[in-house]
């Protein structure tokens, strides 16, 4: 679903990304993982349409289309969607409104009828309820004076809404105490299914015990250096960072 | 139904690819010109024109008289220059003071037979229905076209209640006791510059009377347009509510394109007795000027309420999106005991439009009350300065005043400027004052495209948040197209 090959991008003059290759096929969870500065965001925020961060080389296809080639909200009705790290607030606009015109967006390029008032609250508190999220979050503005823990599950609510083919979560554990940790780790885990793809980048293995991964791929310095099952994330997670650098290093030598 | 308003939009932050600066350009949709013959007076001003225009309209003496006083005492006053709007002189001589379509000169036309069927056709384009049997939501109209007022409507359902809406024009013929009881009592020909000019030249506008205990039963409305070139509007409202009368009063406008400036110095006066209640709402959309500030109406309003008797009420509300420059102060004078006074604004300031408006509120009566929300949203060049007055006289015991001033910056070129003033002079007052100035992010515009909102959705949705307050007190079906003018005036096409 997803084909990303030898994908570069810089953001101010700065390569972030020097050759990234990565396929993800419906019904498979991806993790990457890496140290600070490896590009893990970048990767994100640029599969995203972000603006600032330009693509130097490369491509992208999703569903076999090119994505690089597609604006923001295009690759958005795709059903890509992308949990942000520091989502923002958006004052004076409520969640209800705006996942409404969101939804609705979503369908009508997709051909769908827009969904009328009535059948989107109904099809909302049923997502809320299988989230074990409080209706009250509805009237609120969006992320406003919310806790990032909020920020985070409101994130996940989105994602339960507009039901997308590709999920990628910027570091969504970060930020959370264990209790809330585990109820957004719950809801990626029911968001899973065989039509649609997932795209975790995470600093930490935690989450990876509550949503296991399929593939677990690392980051270091703009590139991918390694890639395999599970394990290796709990490899890292003993092992730290530091041992990569060397690798890369004998493996350059 | 309806109208639907373009309006200028919000730009971003600017950067390299400024999603938002593509909204900015939408071509203003009422500009087209009617061509109908109008029977003009020569241009420039002399107590000759004025003789004309009271002559034209058949005008008691009285009225011819107070023009004149009016007329004498601006000459001898100066143009005042104190606001932060910028301007070129305006030459006085070089306008044209009285303006009416041929068929409906001197008087009104007896029935729609009677107008010019040009006329007509311009009042469908803007969408103003004057067949009675096609208003809709039962809003009486009287459109006005440039200097004559051509059609009133429902008036004899109005009637039977006993309130009067009819052109000032008409009122002055045949009413001319209640015009002269109240005309001036509020706005003096003292008053200003511009109030001055206006008591002399005016030439039509709308005059409503809502006798002791009537509720008005519709929403009345009237609608303005500048057509013919150097044209200046010199409109003139009275509107009074009697005891316990409550009157709710819309006032929309549209203008063509022209090169040169016009100006349009309108005077209303409201004046609310015992327990009567107010609400004056106006959705304005004056030509802006082009994109380089280029022509665009001069909007120099004198707007004010007395709040004569006890627990009276006037509300302001208003959505500013035109003219090339807008100053105005709505305000209420709060004599009756318990009176309240509210005023809700919304002004938009894009390209090169300046606008200083705001309001004034003055307490003289026991526990008087006043509410001001004023939401500014700058883009482009444009420069929003609010000015804001609230003064409390050493008799009004018991003031209390809240007011709130939001700025919304839209690029960086834009400006946002308050200018508050509080004088208070009894320590029983209460005042409050909050204010705030916001941007539209980046990181929020992309927020929303990534939930697949588009840019122009996105702004259209904050900026609709951004003046939820304000639109809330509008009338709703007026609060309806509100918000899509603020849309269009934002991006560029109708969400």
Redesign the interface.
Known sequence: MLDIRNLQARVEEKEILKGIDLAIRAGEVHAIMGPNGSGKSTLANVLAGRESYQVTGGEVRFGGRDLLEMPPEDRAREGLFLAFQYPVEIPGVSNMYFLKAALNARRKYNGMEELDAMDFLQLVKEKAALLGLNDALLQRPVNEGFSGGEKKRNEIFQMAVLEPRLCILDETDSGLDIDALKAVANGIDMMRSAERGMLLVTHYQRLLNYVVPDFVHVMYNGRIVRSGGKELALELEQHGYAWLEQETAAARS | MTFWYRFATLVLMG???D?IQAFTQQEYKYGFVTDIETDSAPAGLNEDIIRLISAKKEEPQFMLDWRLRAYRHWTKMEEPNWANVHYPLIDYQSIVYYSAPKAAAGNGPKSLAEVDPELLRTYEKLGIPLKEQELFAGVAVDAVFDSVSVATTFREKLAQLGIIFCSFSEAVRHHPELVEKYLGSVVPHTDNFFAALNAAVFSDGSFCYVPKGVRCPMELSTYFRINAKDTGQFERTLIVAEEGAYVSYLEGCTAPIRDTNQLHAAVVELVALDNARIKYSTVQNWYPGDKEGKGGIYNFVTKRGKCLGVNSKISWTQLETGSAITWKYPSCILMGDNSVGEFYSVAVANNYQQADTGTKMIHIGKNTRSTIVSKGISAGHGQNSYRGMVKILPGAEGARNYSQCDSMLLGNQCGAHTFPYLEVKNQTAQVEHEASV?RI?E??I??????????E?AVS??V???C?EVFKELPMEFAVEAQRLLSVSLEGSVG
């Open positions: 950067t390299a690819a999603p916001s992010g990181d929020q992309f927020y929303c495209r990534q939930r697949g909102v588009s840019t959705d949705m904050i609709n948040g951004f939820k």
